[in-house]
């Protein structure tokens, strides 16, 4: 059931997201970094990082859509970019509420190394449609 969230979103599913946990109030997902998602200095793109961490919000707030709401999109967003994800790491990220409202909601994904180096900090908001 938890990657079915990803794979309804083909740019994740591209990507390679695998969702672990799905819940209302926690998301944890992996992505292998391969080198079509890295720079020329074989480290993850920023770009990358940033849409994994939106794939994640994204099924956070879908998770607690209120009754009636017909999707989500993401209104705002905002990287800490903190370390390097090397080519060939698997990292991780775990995606929580900041807040839950009725028309917003806030969310904020850590990502990390294997060997639990942060790689980034993300920040994102998201509209009830």
Known sequence: MT????????????????VT???SSRIEASLFVRPEICTTGGIMHGGAIMAFADALGAVGAVLNLPEGAKGT???ES?????G???QGELVSAVTTPVKVGRRLSVWQ????T????DV????QTQLVL
């Not at 990657?3 to 997201?17: C, D, E, I, K, T």
């Not at 294997?114 to 180096?117: E, L, M």
């Open 73 to 75: 999109t993401t209104i």
């Open 3 to 18: 990657n079915n969230l990803a794979a309804a979103m083909p740019f994740s599913r591209l990507m390679g997201v695998e």
């Open 114 to 117: 294997a060997d639990d180096r």
């Open 109 to 112: 994904t850590l990502i990390r």
């Open 21 to 23: 946990t799905a819940e």
């Open 78 to 82: 905002k990287t800490n970019f903190l």
């Open 120 to 123: 980034a900090l993300v920040t």
């Open 84 to 86: 390097a994800a090397p």
